[in-house]
């Protein structure tokens, strides 16, 4: 079995390497026939010409969320109703683009269907979100000179 070794020191540019000088590191990168690829292995030099390996360092990778404690997190905050309502100053084509722009994902056929049940019905749901998202969606078609409100939604999604 044939093992080259590859050797590394690892200075500041202002010192001077001296083995027989005890604490010098010397870094050698040993390659692994069987694995083609280099692993570091460190070793310390001592005065009588042995030295030691130290302790390999493992690095732990932060704690993630697992899914099941995202989806726990999602159903304890309850759903809201974001509502428009019917007005007499904008025009139907009008509020079909704002539903658009405002609210993502949105088709123009379901923007269609929630202006036309605003205008026949008084009230129409247009999305069922966090509370977070339902005030932001509220606010901006409000911005946009629409009626809307918002309501928590009973019974969940």
């Known amino acids: 079995m044939e093992t080259s070794i590859y050797s590394r020191v690892a200075l500041s540019p202002n010192h001077v390497f001296n083995p027989s000088k005890s604490g010098d590191l010397l870094y050698f990168l040993k390659k692994c026939p069987s694995r083609s690829n280099l692993m570091p292995i460190s070793v310390t030099a001592s005065g009588k010409g042995g030295g030691?390996?130290?302790?390999?360092?493992?690095?732990?990778?932060?704690?993630?969320?697992?899914?099941?404690?995202?989806?726990k997190s999602r159903k304890?905050?309850?759903?809201?109703?974001?509502?428009l309502h019917n007005d007499n100053f904008n025009?139907?084509?009008?509020?079909?683009?704002?539903l658009m722009k405002v609210i993502p994902g949105?088709?123009?056929?379901?923007?269609?269907?929630?202006?036309?049940?605003?205008?026949?019905?008084?009230?129409?749901?247009v999305i069922i979100c966090a509370q977070a998202d339902a005030e932001e969606h509220c606010m901006q078609l409000r911005g946009n000179g629409l009626l809307s409100s918002i309501e928590p939604a009973s019974g969940g999604c």
């Open 106 to 125: 949105m088709t123009l056929d379901n923007a269609v269907n929630i202006m036309q049940e605003a205008h026949y019905n008084g009230i129409s749901v």
């Open 52 to 71: 030691l390996l130290e302790r390999p360092t493992i690095e732990t990778t932060p704690v993630r969320e697992s899914e099941f404690d995202v989806r």
């Open 76 to 83: 304890t905050t309850p759903p809201y109703r974001v509502l």
């Open 91 to 98: 025009k139907r084509e009008y509020v079909v683009q704002v």
